[in-house]
């Protein structure tokens, strides 16, 4: 019963480097979203899918792409790091009635 | 633009007492969502409300939605340490739109 899970937990990168987010899920859920969360602004949407091979921006896209080959997985690519872009991302699937989350990963660009 | 503002930003209590959260727009929502979040975890959806006037009850926690669907409150009876955390609601408008609030950091103090 593993729901959401994202990887890795923290990382520091250097500005410019490039990583990618891992978020899988096992719910089979169609719907998954990416969610970056800064102190005192609440949660803002980056991109979602609604299925495999479907994404779409959200509020803040800049910066960061995304891919959806399965129905699992919805990783998150950060391609040219920079500071604004440190902040904690959440993945999460559409469960019907609300969201399930992962438990994040902080994300520090120095 | 704040779609949903929340009220108060944050909010320490002794163990015991009882609170209110506030969540407001000027919008109407098709629906609302209640969230808790703990330190380094993702948020966890708490209630549903889709009914102007509902209220639900969960343990400790009542939730009302407001008549007009244009707000909503969080109530919680004899606060225990174990309530401490952000509280964000969230929710569709009618245009179909979903938007997170601003949040409410709680700290129960024993």
């Known amino acids: 019963n593993a729901g959401v899970t994202q990887t890795p937990k923290f990382r520091i990168l250097k500005i410019g480097q490039s990583m990618t987010l891992q978020c899988t899920q096992d719910?089979?859920?169609?719907?998954m979203y990416w969610y970056r969360q800064d102190p005192g602004m609440g949660l803002k949407l980056i991109y979602y899918?609604?299925?495999?091979?479907?994404?779409d921006k959200g509020e803040v896209p800049n910066g960061y792409n995304v891919s959806r080959s399965t129905t699992e997985d919805f990783p998150l690519r950060l391609e040219l790091a920079a500071p604004s872009q440190t902040s904690v991302y959440f993945c999460?699937?559409?469960?019907?009635?609300?969201?399930?989350f992962g438990s994040g990963t902080r994300l520090t660009v120095v | 633009t704040q779609l949903l503002e929340q009220s108060p930003q944050f909010l320490s209590i002794q163990e015991g007492e009882n609170l209110t959260v506030y969540c407001n727009s000027s919008?109407?929502?098709?629906?609302l969502q209640w969230y808790r979040q703990e330190p380094g975890e993702g948020p966890v959806l708490l209630v549903t409300?889709?009914?102007?006037?509902e209220v639900k009850k969960l343990k400790r926690l009542t939730f009302q939605f407001g008549d007009a669907r244009k707000d909503s409150s969080l109530h919680i009876t004899a606060a225990q340490p174990g309530d401490t955390g952000l509280y964000l609601c969230?929710?569709?408008?009618?245009?179909?739109?979903?938007?997170f609030g601003t949040g409410t950091s709680l700290t129960v103090i024993p």
């Open positions: 999460a699937s559409w469960r019907g009635n609300g969201y399930t």
């Open positions: 719910m089979n859920h169609n719907y």
């Open positions: 899918s609604v299925g495999a091979g479907i994404t």
């Open positions: 919008s109407v929502f098709s629906s």
């Open positions: 409300v889709v009914t102007g006037g």
């Open positions: 969230a929710g569709y408008n009618t245009g179909n739109q979903f938007y």
